[in-house]
C-alpha cells in the first residue's frame, strides 16, 4: 500500500507560519532544495489543498517558460507536470495543471477517497505544503510518515500545526541536521 508522506517546515516552537501567514523565516537552501526534490524519486503524487492548488499552479506553470528559472527548479516543474495533483476543497469544481488528465478532485468523503487512493499501485504520496488540511488528514489518521523540517527560529506567535489533535506517539525514523541548522526529523505514527 502507498504512504501519504507529509512534509513540512516548522519554527522551533511548533508554528506553520507566522501571524499574517509568513514563510520568510524558513531556512530554506540548496541542501535543504536538495532534500525535498529527493521525494521525486520516492512519490509520483503530491497532495495539496485549495490555497496551496493555487498558490503552486500560479508559480510552477510559470517556471518552464521562464528563462531565469534554474536547473532544480526546471526538474520539480516537470516533475509535478507528470505528478497525480490531488487536492482537497469543497470549493472548487474543478482542477487543472496543463491539460494533464492526472488530476483528482476531493471534495468530500476524504477517509473514503485518500484510502482508495493509496490502495492503488504507484510510488508513495507527498502531502506537501497545506497545514489546515494536514490537520485534517492527521485527526483522521491518513499520514503514515511526517518530515518535519525543523527551523532554528522561535517565532513566538503565528499558526501552530498542533492544534484540536489528539495524543499521537511516534517512531522517529531518521534525523539529520544541515549546515544551515534545520533539523530534518521523520517519524511514523505509532499504531496498533
Known amino acids: 500500500m502507498r504512504k ?3 512534509m513540512l517546515h516548522l519554527s522551533l516552537d511548533g508554528m506553520i507560519a507566522g501571524p499574517n501567514d509568513e514563510l520568510d523565516w524558513i531556512t530554506y537552501d540548496s541542501d535543504l532544495e536538495a532534500y525535498a526534490h529527493a521525494m521525486h524519486d520516492v512519490t509520483d503524487a503530491v497532495i495539496w489543498g ?3 492548488y493555487e498558490m503552486m499552479a500560479g508559480y510552477w506553470l510559470t517556471v518552464p517558460s521562464n528563462p531565469e528559472s534554474t536547473p532544480q527548479e526546471r526538474n520539480h ?6 505528478a497525480t495533483k490531488v487536492v482537497v476543497s ?3 469544481d474543478k482542477i487543472e495543471w496543463n491539460n494533464n488528465p492526472k ?3 476531493i471534495k468530500d468523503n476524504i477517509t473514503e477517497q485518500i484510502n ?15 497545514p489546515n488540511l494536514a490537520q485534517t488528514f492527521m485527526q483522521l489518521d491518513l499520514i503514515d510518515e511526517y518530515r518535519f523540517n525543523i527551523n532554528p527560529t522561535i517565532l513566538g506567535k503565528g499558526k501552530p500545526l498542533f492544534v484540536n489533535m489528539n495524543k499521537m506517539s511516534l517512531n522517529l525514523l531518521e534525523q539529520k541536521q544541515l549546515k ?6 521523520t517519524y511514523e505514527p505509532k499504531r496498533r
Request: aromatic share 8%.
Open 90 to 92: 469543497r470549493t472548487l
Open 77 to 82: 516543474a516537470a516533475w509535478l507536470d507528470e
Open 50 to 52: 485549495r490555497k496551496t
Open 103 to 105: 488530476t483528482l478532485l
Open 4 to 6: 501519504i508522506i507529509l
Open 116 to 130: 482508495a487512493l493509496k490502495a492503488q499501485p504507484g510510488k508513495d504520496i507527498w502531502f506537501l505544503g497545506s
Open 180 to 185: 544551515s541548522g534545520v533539523v530534518l526529523l
